[in-house]
Antibody, heavy 119, light 111 residues
């Protein structure tokens, strides 16, 4: 049974760096073809893919946010960490992590973590 | 990275059928047979209910079905039940650069 769970701050100030952790179980991020990604949904808006890390440590980023994002993995801890720099109120959103197999769309998701950016 | 367009809301009575659309472009929905649909209840993790346009994961009732025509994909929920009341959103492959694009979600109300 695959599960994922997001954790991190619920409130960050503008210009600060956001660090979110995705802790998962039921699969290994060292297995060929496996990846974990981050997606967010601002209130009232569409979901937006942010970043993805593959089993072989290859990484992909949304072109529009690439300069602000970094994704890393700790296979031994079954965790993926996303950092987003220079947070702004428009970054207020529910942030999800999700499992993805090569050649397929995201399948298993966490329940999401609401992050509010406000001074 | 443009979002896919979904109607904000849909509704139907128990036992009826309802169809939710998801419109994209030739660069996503129209260009790939990789459209997925998810069901999301408040406070819960999104659940995959349709993948690769028409396929259902194990355990998903056949009341849920998917289709695609051109740049528009559709999810049909037949025999509506109270528990179908949820938010539904779509996603599509969008190439190696943008990876995957999503819709804004449709809130389905069972009257």
């Amino acid at each position: 049974q695959i599960t994922l769970k997001e954790s991190g701050p619920t409130l960050v100030k503008p210009t600060q760096t956001l660090t979110l952790t995705c802790t998962f179980s039921g699969f290994s991020l060292s297995t060929s073809g496996v990846s974990v990604g981050w997606i967010r949904q601002p209130p009232g808006k569409a979901l937006e893919w942010l970043a993805l890390i593959y089993w072989d440590d290859d990484k992909r980023y949304s072109p529009s946010l690439k300069t602000r994002l970094a994704i890393t993995k700790d296979t031994s801890k079954s965790q993926v960490v996303l950092t987003m720099t220079n947070m702004d109120p428009v970054d207020t959103a529910t942030y999800y992590c999700a499992h993805r197999l090569l050649g397929h769309n995201f399948d298993y998701w966490g329940q999401g973590a609401l992050v509010t950016v406000s001074s | 990275q443009s979002a896919l367009t979904q109607p904000p809301s849909a509704s139907g009575s128990p036992g009826q059928s309802v169809t939710i659309s998801c419109t994209g472009t030739n660069s996503d929905v129209g260009g790939y047979n990789s459209v997925s649909w998810y069901q999301r209840h408040p406070g819960k993790a999104p659940k995959l209910i349709i993948y690769e346009v028409t396929k259902r994961p194990s355990g998903v009732p056949d009341r849920f079905s998917g289709s695609k025509s051109g740049n528009t994909a559709s999810l049909t929920v037949s025999g509506l039940q109270a528990d179908d009341e949820a938010d539904y959103f779509c996603s599509s492959d969008a190439g190696s650069k943008n990876l995957e694009v999503f819709g804004g979600g449709t809130k389905l109300t069972v009257l």
